[in-house]
């Protein structure tokens, strides 16, 4: 804590200045037998620290404090929207650097003292913009973007519960829903750092990249005066993305999805199916809208090459010959009857399913009335979603363990006996974090939600047991899908699995599914994402004390700021998130919680032995975790026969087989133009114009997704609230009417016609 002393400037101002010119070339000072035993550290990570440098100062306070807030303003906003553009800590991270350093050039460098603390001097600017200060506010921005999921995932349960069954749930409620399932990992998370952040061995490769950045960033470049400035170049990117986004957020909306076949084939319905980027499989659709590109997938100019490969590939297996051969050429489960790609839920007779229906007043099942309308049936697409989403987590447990179990298992013996680093050796310079922080956290935590489960049940639903079960069932699991994840960057997800036992044992009531769903998995998730950034901090040489609190701090705001920006949206949006009741060119459909309120429904409130057993349509979809598990087996006996062609082990079931887990609530416009863009600057760019790549690629990514936030929310502020749209052709969605539509013979739905 005595970083927060910081009256240490100028002094130190050679040293950083000549740590951040080349700091590779310190490198060679360390002993060979200290050096990281991954190379891929060894190259990408300094070995050195200036323990002297200021961290906790007025400008990490400021920015970071100001990066959360802002990010989780934003993300939360857009998380309503048709197109919820997500903003990470890499947008604030190129953003902080030229303020930071335009604040480190303004501010007094006066000191002065604060009464209490004695003889400690402080100042508002205690030198140069340090890369440990931009480091802790990465990670207060990365809180505010929940960890890059966009907002608290439990703000779902809200949204659903005020949304779509239009019950009620309180303020206080929903805070300490939303706070517990955020904060509840990071109990038992800070007790695993000693075995998944400390060894060298558990190396987190998804962290490098921030390090690499960080390094670009700080390192003075040569021949500096001959280029343009990132700084000059991430402000005429934004004042460009800022300024396009008025044309497809409000001028002419329909750039956002260019499905030119609907146009062509205006009266087809099959035409349509196929050609629609939001309702059908988008042959040929594009966008000229950013927030269409980076919604859902994130930013496609940071994720690397060989990651759009994959996903292109899984995304053409199951779009383009899995979907067409089931609906067209099978009619599985009578797919013609309901339209190709749809997140609703139907009726046998191709209506849409009366949820409201089949609730009754205590909020849980009326089988009467579910036997009235009938078995719930899916679209083909959404069928076959959850079929894939099966046999991705069983690939994945198989897949890891075949190509990684020697490495993990060698990794984790030796991180008990490898000698320590240089890197853990230069963070035992500072305090550690005790033990008791964590035990009283956890079990703050645990008392905090075992009282809402109790004393506010009639809001959660969920019992006192159904908690314990989820704790543990997280808990059991933080270990070794964070070994996973350190070591081969691969994480594993629990919801399905958590939805699936929770729906199996206590089916129902919908609201005690989701929030075992996300005591289960995101208490799980929360404490990855808690480690990941405790190892980023480890390279970084940030004081763990330091990052436990911007951590806590930044999380539990985020979480604040997230759950009042989503009540304010669902109680003065008319019919918010009712996609059938809102305006053609209104962006307030909310997707994503569409989707969840689905898995609401399907594992929850009806059931999975009414929807995946013997009492549903879908039981053959529990095939695909046995084929999932099969999988990866095949592709290593193949490899282990043929050990010469290099090709077979980059066979990766995991990735293709959920190259689509986004969809829906993405559409294919989206994935068209995900992977378009990437391939242009992640294969093109990169490899014909390297250097122009390694100075602006992700500057501008950060520039576009800044501008369409700000330009999003002031067209929210000045022409939203007052319900001042334009009115015509380009104004008036995809013109894609008939994708959603049936075709099978005698099925009648409105606006649509009957073969």
């Known amino acids: 804590m005595d970083t927060l002393n910081t009256e240490t400037p100028y002094p130190n101002t050679t040293k950083l200045k000549d740590q951040e010119k080349d700091i590779s070339t310190m490198d060679d000072y360390v002993d060979e037998e200290e050096l990281c035993p991954v190379e891929e550290v060894r190259l990408t990570v300094a070995n050195t620290d ?6 906790w100062t007025f400008r990490m306070w400021f920015l970071g404090l100001l990066s ?16 919820p553009l997500i903003i990470t800590q890499i947008t604030v991270q190129v953003a902080t650097l030229p303020i930071g350093r335009f604040m480190a050039s303004v501010l007094p460098q006066t000191k002065f003292r604060i009464p209490g603390f004695g003889s400690r001097t402080f100042s508002f600017n205690p030198g140069p913009f340090n890369m440990k200060e931009h480091v802790l506010i990465s990670i207060f921005a990365n809180a505010g973007s929940a960890f890059g999921s966009g907002s608290a995932y439990a703000v779902g349960i809200v949204t659903i519960i005020k949304a779509f069954y239009r019950r009620k749930i309180s303020f206080l409620a929903s805070w300490l ?15 695993l750092r000693k075995y998944v952040v400390e060894p060298a061995h558990m190396w987190w490769p998804g962290t490098l990249v921030q390090v690499s950045l960080f390094r670009a960033l700080h390192e003075h470049e040569k021949h500096e005066k001959q280029r343009m400035s990132r700084a000059k170049f991430f402000l005429i990117a934004l004042i460009c993305s800022f300024s396009w986004y008025l044309v497809p957020g409000y001028l002419f909306t329909t750039l956002t999805s260019i499905s030119w076949v609907c146009w062509i084939f205006s009266k087809s319905v099959t035409a349509q199916q196929i050609g629609s980027g939001m309702r059908g499989l988008g042959l040929g659709s594009l966008t000229l809208d950013w927030s269409a590109v980076a919604s859902f997938l994130f930013s496609p100019l940071i994720s690397p090459f060989f990651s759009i490969v994959n996903v292109f590939a899984g995304y053409v297996l199951i779009i383009y010959i899995a979907i067409p051969i089931a609906y067209w050429g099978l009619d599985m489960y009578s797919a013609t009857r309901f339209p190709i790609f749809s997140s609703h839920l139907f009726t046998a007779q191709g209506q849409k399913y009366n949820i409201s229906a089949i609730v009754n007043d205590k909020f849980e099942i009326s089988l009467a009335k579910y036997e009235e309308q009938g078995r719930i049936h899916l679209s083909m697409f959404f069928a076959l979603a959850y079929g894939f989403g099966f046999a991705t987590i069983a690939s994945t447990l198989t897949h ?29 310079r500072y305090e550690d974090i005790p033990s008791w922080w964590f035990y009283i956290l956890l079990g703050l935590t645990l008392a905090v939600s075992l009282a809402l489960c109790i004393f506010l049940n009639d809001q959660v639903q969920m019992p006192w047991w159904g908690l314990l079960f989820a704790a543990a ?31 199996l044992i206590y089916p129902g009531r919908p609201i005690a599914n989701v929030c075992f769903k996300t005591y289960g998995f995101m208490s799980m998730a929360q404490a990855v994402s808690f480690l990941s950034d405790f190892k980023l901090g480890h390279y970084m040489k940030i004081p763990p004390r330091s990052m436990f609190l911007v951590q806590f701090i930044g999380t539990v705001l985020a979480g604040t700021i997230n759950l009042a920006v989503a009540w304010w949206l669902l109680d003065s949006i008319k019919n918010i998130c009712q996609d059938d009741l809102l305006p053609t060119d209104s962006p307030w459909t909310c997707p994503g919680d569409r989707v969840f309120f689905d898995a609401s429904v399907i594992w929850g409130l009806v059931g999975p032995k009414r929807i995946f057993g013997t009492l549903g349509n879908y039981k053959a979809m529990n095939f695909f975790f046995l084929g999932g598990a099969i999988g990866p087996v095949i592709v290593w006996l193949l490899h282990k026969a043929f050990p010469k062609q290099s090709w077979i082990p980059l066979i990766n079931l995991p990735v293709l087989l959920g190259a689509t887990a986004m969809m829906p609530a993405a559409t294919a416009v989206n994935y068209n133009a995900w992977i378009i863009v990437g391939t242009i600057f992640n294969f093109f760019i990169f490899r014909y114009r390297k250097q122009w790549w390694q100075r602006y690629n992700y500057i501008l990514s950060a520039a576009l997704d800044a501008g369409v936030a700000f330009m999003g929310v002031l067209l929210y502020f000045s022409v939203g609230m007052e319900g001042k749209g334009l009115t015509w052709w380009g104004t008036d969605g995809e013109h894609c009417p008939l994708a959603t539509c049936p075709t099978a013979k005698g099925i009648v739905v409105d606006g649509c016609p009957v073969n």
Not at 492 to 497: D, M, S, V
């Open 68 to 83: 959360c807030a802002l990010l989780s303003f934003l993300d939360q906003f857009f998380n309503y929207r048709t197109e």
């Open 473 to 503: 069932m997280a808990f059991t699991f933080t270990l070794p899908i964070s070994i996973i994840t350190a070591t081969t960057n691969q994480t594993p997800g629990l919801n399905i699995i958590t939805e699936y036992a929770m729906g």
């Open 50 to 55: 200036d323990p002297s440098l200021p961290i």
């Open 400 to 428: 890891v363990a075949l190509f990684y179990g020697r490495e993990i298992y060698e990794r984790y013996h030796a991180s008990y006996k490898g000698k320590e680093d240089i890197h853990t050796k230069l963070m035992k």
């Open 177 to 191: 829903l939303i706070t517990t399932t955020q904060v509840l990992g990071y109990g038992w998370a800070g007790l």
